[in-house]
């Protein structure tokens, strides 16, 4: 099935990309280092890429479930909500699981801070699911770090969104992809994407990609 969407995004781990695919334009490319507080980890590196489209992952703290039920998703868009009001983006595709949630996001032109955006989503949600804080004023919602990678190319897009949207069914969550109420499956199969039987069986070309 054709994606009737193109993304124009290269990996930026590399100076070029794989067989047959655009070298990463480096003049686009801003690579930042940031370091736990508190801990004696060594630097870890995030990728930015004004207007990239990426593949995230975030988890609860603890794998806590703390985004099961409707008043927690509820809470969860409205920070979406709010953030994207101020700083926009494009939710591709999005799946929330109890202790965990997978979306693909793309960044407006010349725009390549999604730091910032899951800083201010994560507080905002983290406010309404627990007042407490701990030693360093954090409230333990979420773990620190989260999961992301710089979608390449259209193969990479659409394998990424097998993968999210397949992983509600891979957990044992529910027995069809169309059934689990908190993803975009249905308005990835209104707009042409996805057949509406989609995941009867796991996705064949997913070998290698571990997200969690």
């Known amino acids: 099935m054709t ?3 193109r993304v124009d995004k290269r990996s930026a781990s590399t ?4 067989r047959g695919e655009a070298p990463v334009d480096a003049a686009r ?19 930015l890429i004004p ?15 703390l985004l099961a039920g409707e008043e927690r998703v509820g809470h969860l868009r409205e920070a ?25 996001v793309t960044l407006p032109p010349g725009d390549a801070d999604y730091p910032g955006r899951w800083r201010e989503i994560k507080k905002r949600f983290s406010a309404q699911v627990d007042t407490s804080t701990n030693r360093r004023n954090e409230r333990p919602v979420w773990q620190r770090r989260y999961y992301e990678h710089a979608i390449r190319d259209e193969a990479d897009w659409r394998r990424h969104l ?14 069809r992809v169309a059934d689990w109420p908190w993803s975009s499956f249905l308005r990835a199969v209104e707009r042409g994407w996805y ?18």
């Open 3 to 5: 994606v009737p969407r």
């Open 15 to 18: 100076g070029s990309g794989r």
């Open 29 to 47: 490319v801003n690579i930042i280092q940031t370091q736990e507080a508190g801990t004696s980890m060594s630097n870890y590196r995030r990728v």
């Open 51 to 65: 207007g990239g489209t990426y593949f995230f992952t975030l988890v609860t703290w603890h794998r806590q479930p």
């Open 80 to 104: 979406f909500r709010h953030v994207k009001g101020q700083r926009p983006f494009t939710i591709d595709a999005i799946a929330i699981l109890p202790d965990h949630l997978h979306c693909v």
């Open 162 to 175: 097998d993968y999210l949207f397949y992983n509600p069914v891979k957990h044992g969550l529910t027995g």
């Open 195 to 212: 057949p509406a039987d989609w995941g009867t069986q796991a996705p064949g070309d997913l070998q290698g990609v571990e997200c969690e």
